[in-house]
């Protein structure tokens, strides 16, 4: 069976690619994090054809508010206030000849924007092949692992290998604002025995990643001329203050908190912005920051506890601030993710790895987020992330994919559907 899917992909290998140039030329960029909207729709029309001529069941589902507020409040899973205009995830259902067991494959449609244009030495949107790459937006992060799960489903067909159970493929959009194109999938009940968000794992079976939560912190002051600075409040200043509070808080995580394949926590301060003039004393100042933390160890309320308390205790010891305290708001989170590697599915897709690639597979974690959380925590299946490409070419300019890497997941997914459907 192994031989026949090889061959057939060796016989098909072009048109398989050629469907991959095709999406990753549908520009299905991201609007400010999908807070002010996203092009995916030109992805999923595009999509939706080759999985229509392909024989699936299709369904279209718009994202709403609604959705996304239940997800907050049952799960704690969600971002709001996001425009959904024209995006919505795309479903498709390959029906099993008989009832084996079933598997979802989970992949996002969108992409973060290009980013500065100058930086690229190709046309983000024109696929385009060079030493054994294929270059544009997306083609990583993760247009070749959404493309490769249909196409796995293609090569079981075009070998004449009938499913022995289900396969159903969820595209989803709003991915890059926080994921919450699977939670809506999750709550609408697309569920299977067995999932794989198809992002990129670097040739590693993924069981774990790091939670994280986005805060933004206001600081207030009061403005006068810099020359008589001593009478006025400066807003950079006290959020220094604070801003070295957290970092203490940091240390004392990766001083204390120790998980066996992922990192110590982290928290990174990437934004600041404050004052209109250097003449004037800064009556405002905010910082943004990004925070990962560790699966079973902590959790979203303990974290927001943390980081609340370190910034009131550090500000009762100021006089401006033990009166003006700073307003902390969350704008992006999304939970950590870990499932146990004896999990029988884990299992199978460590065997499927090892018997396609003749290497025995390396299970660990990732230091950023996906949706896997989400498959796991709301849709209650045993998850893995498992796709084409490596964490460093996301999010980047001239963003390529390893054609042979592409190519191989798709014969890993076909496998993976045979080895625990047929069960």
């Known amino acids: 069976m192994k031989q026949r899917l090889t061959e057939t992909l060796n016989k098909n290998q072009e048109k398989y690619i050629n469907n991959l140039e095709g999406l990753i030329a549908c520009d299905t960029q991201v609007i400010g994090h999908g807070i002010e909207g996203g092009k995916e729709k030109n992805g999923q029309v595009y999509l939706e054809k080759i999985l229509s001529e392909m024989g699936a069941d299709i369904k279209k589902e718009y994202l ?10 049952e ?27 079933s598997i979802l494959f989970d992949g996002h449609v969108d992409t973060m924007p290009t980013g500065e244009l100058s930086f690229w030495e190709t046309d983000p949107f024109l696929p385009t092949r060079k030493d054994g790459k294929l270059f544009g937006l997306g083609s990583t992060d993760m247009k070749a692992g959404l493309m490769a799960a249909i196409m796995a489903v293609k090569l079981l067909k075009d070998a004449g ?15 890059e604002g926080g994921g919450n194109g699977s939670i809506a999938g999750m709550l609408n009940g697309h569920k299977a025995d067995g999932a794989v968000v198809c992002e990129p794992s670097e040739n590693s079976i993924i069981i774990g990643h790091m939670g994280f939560i986005f805060f933004k912190i206001d600081v207030r002051g009061i403005a006068l001329h810099s020359g008589n600075k001593w009478k006025g409040i400066n807003a950079i200043e006290k959020a220094i203050l ?4 957290l970092q203490e808080l940091e240390h004392q995580w990766l001083m204390t908190l120790k998980h066996p394949f992922l990192p110590s926590p982290t928290l990174n301060i990437g934004v600041i912005e404050g004052g209109t003039a250097g003449s004037t004393v800064p009556d405002f100042c905010f910082f943004k920051l990004c925070l990962h933390y560790l699966p079973n160890i902590m959790n979203y309320q303990s974290v927001v506890k943390e980081v609340t308390d370190t910034l009131l205790t550090r500000a009762q010891g100021d006089s401006w601030l033990k009166n003006n305290p700073p307003r902390i708001s969350i704008y992006q989170a999304g939970g950590a993710f870990e499932i ?13 790895m090892a018997s396609v690639t003749a290497k ?16 796991l925590s ?46």
């Not at 146990?340 to 499927?352: A, C, I, K, L, S």
């Not at 025995?360 to 896997?372: H, L, M, Q, R």
């Open 360 to 375: 025995e597979p390396v299970i660990t974690g990732a230091t950023s987020g996906n949706d896997a959380r989400v498959l």
């Open 340 to 352: 146990d590697e004896g999990n029988p599915f884990v299992q199978t897709v460590r065997e499927t």
């Open 75 to 101: 799960f704690q899973e969600g971002n709001p206030g996001h425009n959904y205009r024209e995006r919505y995830n795309l479903i498709a259902c390959f029906n099993g000849s008989r009832k084996g067991r």
């Open 64 to 73: 709403s508010e609604e959705i996304i507020q239940k997800g907050i409040q």
């Open 242 to 245: 604070l801003i070295q509070a």
């Open 378 to 423: 709301i849709g209650g299946m045993p998850t893995v992330v498992l796709g084409p490409g490596f964490s460093a070419q996301c999010h980047s300019p001239n963003e390529f994919i390893l054609i042979e890497d592409y190519l191989n997941y798709i014969l890993i997914y076909a496998n993976l559907i045979l080895n625990w459907c047929a069960n």
């Open 161 to 175: 290998i009938p499913l022995p159970g289900d396969v159903k493929i969820l595209s989803v959009v709003d991915e």
